[in-house]
């Protein structure tokens, strides 16, 4: 990748020093070490007299001043370096520099190739800190740019570094992105670690009394006052696709995604019992004198419904702090129950009475059915579903007999003969609002 800004200039490896080892092959420690000492010992051997530092005195020595010239050098080349707000950046990357240079000093000097312990822990400080990958590699290219710009004219040590200094910014590079890689999956590991373990804390509820979980919570940055929450669990139309790890991934990074463009909304998202699991929080009012914003359920809406028809949402209502969120997790998995392919995305708080305490109290029903709904069921399946199909059409039509036959698309007469079928199967009569209201909880209640 090029940094935006930067022209480096980077030299050639004489034809004698050995063929890089092919891309394919993975690089090791012992590979750079060896390479290396091959550089040094072609150099050595074709080195005029006086090469040596320790013959002449010839190598400028790492001096604050020489790191501090590297450094304003790097800077006005790389762009991420004065780009960052980092404090330390730029003290380290002297620092940094310094080291190379007595690094590069020692070798010449008859010095084997070290374990590049200074390069490695560079590396896990730009990692820790976020700081890019390839500006550290081009910021190493840099130097080496630099040097020869430095050092030309002072024979013989341009034709040493010329010769050997394309191949030491080689293993260097070699051995800080690998060091990179290596602490930027420590950091992912121990941070899915932490989040797994805050997600799972969260939904689960806790103590107020437990210290270490108030300490975990208080550094998330979860117990701050004025903040709001709701939660969502989304899973494919397929459940089986769940239990795949990465098709249930993909279901849990296209949730992340869905909520970024809200900067302010907060997603804490993962995977539970084959469910994604995401809670989500803002702050509720700036301030006891602002006003307060708008639902946060609301806000987190319209993005989860860009997530396409293969996924399933329920949605929790707004819950006012975290011992609320177990609260949050259990209306969004009632909401969840309700969501199908017509209706992908179900909060909670849009949920009817009537769909709750039928969702709630169905299973209890059944056990309880009146003796009648067994002739209803069987009448109402001999008549392909007109019978329910008229009692919800008069529900609808308020119990206006004409309305209810328009709508479905019969003479009234026809709907008062239903209506006069269901009273002899049933004993009650659909045109008294109780009775209607009695015959309709049943059919749901009862599946029918």
């Known amino acids: 990748m090029r940094i935006a800004g930067s ?49 002449t005195g010839a190598w400028p020595q790492p001096t604050e001043a020489w790191a501090r010239r590297v450094r304003e050098a790097v800077v006005a080349e790389v762009a991420a370096f004065g780009a960052s707000g980092n404090p330390e950046l730029l003290p380290d990357l002297e620092r940094h520099a310094q080291e190379h240079l007595a690094e590069f000093v020692r070798l010449l000097d008859g010095g084997a190739p070290g374990d590049f312990e200074f390069v490695r822990a560079h590396a896990r400080r730009c990692a820790a800190q976020r700081f890019p990958l390839e500006a550290l590699l081009q910021g190493y290219r840099c130097m080496q740019a630099w040097w020869v710009q430095a050092l030309r004219g002072k024979a013989p040590v341009e034709a040493v570094w010329a010769a050997f200094g394309a191949e030491y910014v080689g293993a260097v590079g070699i051995v800080a992105a690998g060091e990179y890689v290596a602490q930027t999956r420590l950091l992912a590991e121990a941070e899915g670690d932490r989040r797994n373990e805050l997600l799972s804390t969260l939904v689960s509820g806790y103590d107020e009394s437990d210290a270490r979980v108030a300490r975990l919570l208080k550094r998330a940055g ?27 991934q ?11 463009p809200l900067a302010s909304v907060r997603a804490l998202v993962g995977l539970r019992s084959n469910l994604v699991t995401a809670v989500f929080s803002d702050v509720r009012r700036v301030s006891g004198w602002t006003a307060p914003q708008a639902a946060l359920a609301d806000r987190v809406l319209p993005r989860l419904l860009t997530l396409g028809p293969a996924v399933l949402v329920g949605l929790s209502s707004d819950q006012p702090s975290t011992a609320f969120i177990p609260q949050g997790l259990h209306e969004a998995t009632v909401a969840l129950d309700f969501a199908t392919v017509a209706e992908r995305v179900v909060p909670f708080a849009a949920l009817p009475i009537r769909r709750l305490l039928i969702h709630r109290g169905a299973d209890y029903v059944q056990a309880a059915l009146p003796a009648w709904f067994a002739r209803l069921r069987e009448a109402d399946q001999k008549s392909a579903g007109a019978l329910l199909k008229s009692l919800r059409a008069l529900a609808d ?36 609002f109780h009775d209607l209201t009695h015959l309709l909880l049943a059919a749901d209640c009862g599946r029918l």
């Open 7 to 55: 022209e480096c200039r980077v030299f050639t490896v004489p034809s004698k020093l050995p063929n890089p080892l092919p891309l394919a092959a993975p690089i090791t420690d012992a590979d750079t070490s060896r390479r290396l000492q091959k550089a040094l010992d072609a150099v050595r051997a074709d080195a005029p007299s006086g090469a040596s530092t320790r013959d």
């Open 397 to 432: 039509a308020d119990m206006n007999v004409q309305g209810a036959a328009r709508a479905l698309g019969v003479h009234a007469n026809t709907l008062y003969a239903r209506i006069e079928r269901i009273r002899e199967l049933t004993g009650q009569d659909a045109q008294r």
């Open 222 to 248: 979860y117990l701050e006052q004025r903040l709001s929450f709701c939660v969502a669990l989304a899973q494919s139309t397929d459940p089986l696709e769940m239990e795949n790890p990465a098709r249930a």
């Open 250 to 260: 993909r279901v849990a990074d296209a949730v992340a995604d869905a909520v970024a």
